[in-house]
C-alpha cells in the first residue's frame, strides 16, 4: 500500500489561521507582533529562508523587518545591535539567521538574545528548559515536526524513533521532544555503525542528513512513518530531501515529501513562537 503523505503546506495553512485570529486579539489590545531578523552575508540560500519568513509574517500580520549586515560586521556592532533590541518593548522576536561569517563566534551571538525574544529556540535558556521539561520556546524544525505528528495523530508513545542527526538544531531538541511524549530514541550520526540495523527498527524515522537518496527502501520497516528534514539540491538544481521517495512511499505508512513536508512546518513554527512571544511579553 501507498503511505500517506503528511501535506506540510496544508497544515501549515491550518495553523495560520489560528495564528492570525491570535494576531488579530493583540491588534485590538494595541500590540502587533514584530519580527526582527539580522541576515549577515549574502549566502544565498539564508536569503531564500530569509525572505520566506519576512513573507509569512506579512501575511499573518506581524511586522517584520530585516537588518542586513555586510559580511564584514564585526562581533560587537551585531552584540550592541541585539542588545538594543533586547531593550526595544516593540520588538518580540529576534532571529539571527545561521550561518554567521567565520570571525563572528556563532554561540555568543546566540546567547546575547533575550530567551523571551528568541523565538528561533536556540538560546541555551531555551534549549536547558526544553530538556528538563519546563515551558521554553522550541526549535522551529523539532517542533514542527512534533506538530505534524500530533495533527496526524500518530502516537508517540512507546515506539521506537530513529533520528540521524545530532544537531543543535534538530537531532538534540527532536530528542528532547521525543522523550517527553514518551518514545524510545536511538540517535543515529556520522560515526553510527550499521545504520540500518537502527532504522529499520524503527516506527517513526526521521533523517536530517543532507543526501539525497540517503534514506532507501531497504532501510525502513514495512508502515514506518517516515520524516524527511533533509533539504539538498540534485544534480538538476532540484530541491530535495535525504529519503528515495518514489520507493519509500511504497513501503512506508505515512511520508514527508520535500519540498512540502517539513520545510513549510519550520516556518510556520517560528510564527507562532512570535506571536506567543508577543503575547508573553
Ligand atoms: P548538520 O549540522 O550538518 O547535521 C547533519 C547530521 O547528519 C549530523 O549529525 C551528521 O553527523 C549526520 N550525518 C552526516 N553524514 C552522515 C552519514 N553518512 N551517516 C549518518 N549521519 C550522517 O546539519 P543540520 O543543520 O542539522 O541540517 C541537516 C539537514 O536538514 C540539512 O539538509 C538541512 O538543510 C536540513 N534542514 C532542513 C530544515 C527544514 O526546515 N526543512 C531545517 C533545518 C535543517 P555528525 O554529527 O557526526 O557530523
Do not use: W
Request: glycine content about 8%; some cysteine.
Amino acid at each position: 500500500m501507498t503511505a500517506k503523505i503528511i501535506d506540510g503546506r496544508e497544515i501549515a495553512g491550518k495553523i495560520k489561521e489560528e495564528l492570525e485570529k491570535r494576531v488579530g486579539v493583540l491588534k485590538e489590545k494595541g500590540v502587533t507582533p514584530k519580527l526582527v531578523v539580522i541576515l549577515v552575508g549574502n549566502d544565498p540560500a539564508s536569503d531564500v529562508y530569509v525572505r520566506s519568513k519576512m513573507k509569512r509574517s506579512k501575511e499573518i500580520g506581524i511586522a517584520s523587518e530585516l537588518i542586513r549586515y555586510p559580511e564584514d560586521i564585526t562581533e560587537n556592532e551585531l552584540l550592541e545591535k541585539i542588545a538594543g533590541l533586547n531593550k526595544n518593548p516593540e520588538v518580540h522576536g529576534i532571529l539571527v539567521q545561521l550561518p554567521l561569517p567565520n570571525e563572528i563566534d556563532e554561540k555568543k551571538v546566540i546567547d546575547s538574545i533575550d530567551p523571551k525574544k528568541d523565538v528561533d529556540g536556540f538560546s541555551p535558556v531555551n534549549v536547558g528548559n526544553l530538556l528538563i521539561g519546563e515551558t521554553a520556546f522550541e526549535s522551529c524544525t523539532p517542533k514542527g515536526i512534533m506538530r505534524m505528528l500530533d495533527i496526524e495523530g500518530i502516537p508517540v508513545e512507546g515506539k521506537e524513533i530513529v533520528i540521524i542527526n545530532r544537531s543543535n538544531i534538530v537531532g538534540k531538541p527532536l530528542t528532547a521532544m521525543m522523550i517527553k511524549k514518551s518514545g524510545t530514541v536511538t540517535v543515529c550520526h556520522s560515526r553510527t555503525k550499521d545504520i540500518p540495523s537502527h532504522t529499520r527498527r524503527a516506527d517513526i524515522l526521521v533523517s536530517a542528513v543532507g543526501k539525497p537518496k540517503f534514506i532507501t527502501e531497504h532501510m525502513v520497516k514495512e508502515e514506518a512513518v517516515v520524516i524527511d528534514v533533509g533539504t539538498t539540491k540534485d544534480s538538476k538544481g532540484k530541491l530535495c530531501g535525504d529519503v528515495d521517495f518514489e520507493k519509500v512511499k511504497e513501503k512506508a505508512g505515512y511520508i514527508t515529501p520535500v519540498p512540502g513536508g517539513v520545510g513549510p512546518m519550520t516556518v510556520i513554527m517560528l510564527m507562532e513562537n512570535t506571536v506567543t512571544a508577543a503575547e508573553n511579553q
